[in-house]
């Protein structure tokens, strides 16, 4: 049974951080690329950050130069890094790992940028 499972979402005021972690089972991340996309209340969904699996990054411009994507192969997981959240960063975030045949999907973890 595979499984991706977020964490680490919350309320947070403007200007602050949270990580977002994103743990796999019956799956190895390694052999995926993995990505972190978000949606908000009326919009669609939309990528955050890529990481290919040899490392390279990839992010929306909305977030360029607040965010982080990482991974740790070794654990199995996946990181996202937000700093200086703002209002519209509010949107429940998911974890994907995506090959050539499939991906697969977390349940999502609520974020929420508000003061």
């Known amino acids: 049974q595979v499984q991706v499972a977020e964490s680490g979402g919350g309320l947070v005021q403007p200007g602050g951080s949270l990580r977002l972690s994103c743990a796999g089972s019956g799956i190895v991340f390694r052999l995926y690329g993995m990505g972190w996309y978000r949606q908000a209340p009326g919009k669609q969904r939309e990528l955050v950050a890529a990481i290919t699996n040899g490392g390279i990054t990839n992010y929306a411009d909305a977030v360029k130069g607040r965010f982080t994507i990482s991974r740790d192969n070794a654990k199995n997981r996946i990181y996202l890094q937000m700093n200086s959240l703002k209002p519209e960063d509010t949107a429940v975030y998911y974890c994907?790992?995506?090959?050539?045949?499939?991906?697969?999907w977390g349940q999502g973890t609520q974020v929420t940028v508000s003061s």
């Open positions: 994907a790992a995506e090959n050539m045949r499939t991906d697969y």
